[in-house]
């Protein structure tokens, strides 16, 4: 039988404001599909009740400060903020965290939240994601957690945690579902106009290739090669040649500087020149393929599952930009 979910969403001076706000309308909008007590009872915690302001200027405020409250709460969840990743959290948002999911059945995170519960030392052996920007430097501190770097969510166990910003709504949705079943999570994400369940995973929203560390590094010369040829077969041999040097020594680089093959790395180069197409142009699919060095569109179609968890056409539905 459902019940009425207790809900914390721990807060800061630069909380981002959509960490807050998204799983907040998600439970509100939620209990207008349900009876009065199988809804869920929403608390911001802080630590203060005094105002303060969000990293986009927003004031916001806590109904009940750390140091008050009680360990009274069904889910507990820490929002993040753009300097969680940089610097420690203060003590008393700690010390309310394991407070509070003492008497918790789940707790977790949105988007760099995951950090506070890192320094609270509740990620050792666990599956957890954050901020696609973010989740080499969550993996770096804390390199006893598994992180997933494409995950929208997961939930190990009793603990969740989201990716980055508005995938707190999806998160605040899977719980919805969990709770309450696949209708009301789907009235819920109709009213929000969000899908209910995202295809794929962060890796779609990301820049997929990133730049080379050094301007004079030995894999810059290759990467401006391979920008400007994607067309071409690019082998190993080739790129070593452009690079002036061997195979094993250019595979050697690419592993200290860009964590990735070459080959991967030219695939890579392929997947985010076609993104950008896609998402700029109404070229056919088959042209893009061409364009882009992947030989056919099923190639194209097949490396974009793969890497993305989308189809290009489903990934130009989803990020097409309007014309005019």
Not at 72 to 86: I, T, Y
Not at 240 to 265: H, K, M, V, Y
Request: glycine letters at 8%.
């Amino acid at each position: 039988m459902a019940k009425l979910v207790n809900v914390a969403i721990l807060v800061f001076p630069g909380v981002q404001s959509l960490d807050v706000s998204g799983p907040l309308d998600v439970f509100a909008e939620a209990n207008g599909y349900l009876p009065r007590d199988a809804g869920y009872r929403l608390t911001l915690v802080g630590s203060d009740t005094s105002p303060f302001r969000a990293s986009n200027g927003m004031l916001l405020s806590a109904d009940i400060s750390y140091a008050d409250v009680a360990a009274e709460f069904d889910l507990v969840l820490v929002a993040g903020g753009p300097h969680l990743s940089k610097s420690e959290p203060e003590p008393g948002l700690i010390e309310a965290l394991l407070r509070l999911i003492a008497g918790s059945e789940h707790y977790g995170s949105i988007c760099s939240g995951t950090f506070v519960l890192g320094h609270a030392g509740l990620l050792r052996g666990r599956s957890v994601t954050t901020h696609w920007q973010d989740a080499q430097a969550l993996a770096d501190q804390f390199p006893e957690a598994q992180v997933d770097f494409d995950r929208i969510f997961i939930r190990d166990g009793a603990l969740v945690t989201s990716a980055g910003v508005t995938a707190g709504i999806d998160l605040a949705l899977a719980i919805v579902n969990e709770d309450h079943g696949a209708a009301v999570a789907l009235a819920v994400a109709k009213r929000l106009v969000v899908v209910a369940q995202r295809q794929g995973g962060q890796s779609q929203f990301s820049p997929y290739l990133a730049a080379p560390p050094r301007d004079d590094s030995l894999i810059a010369k290759v990467y401006a090669h391979v920008i400007a040829n994607l067309r071409e077969r690019l082998s190993v041999g080739d790129l070593a040649a452009i690079a002036g040097t061997s195979p094993r020594s250019l595979a050697r680089a690419f592993e200290q500087d860009a964590n990735s093959t070459p080959g991967e790395f030219v695939e890579q180069a392929r997947i985010d020149a076609a993104r950008n197409m896609l998402e700029a142009s109404d070229l056919p699919l088959k042209s893009v393929a061409f364009e882009c060095g992947f030989g056919s569109m099923q190639r194209m179609r097949l490396v974009f599952s793969r890497q993305l968890g989308v189809t290009p056409s489903q990934y130009r539905a989803s990020f097409k930009k309007p014309s005019g």
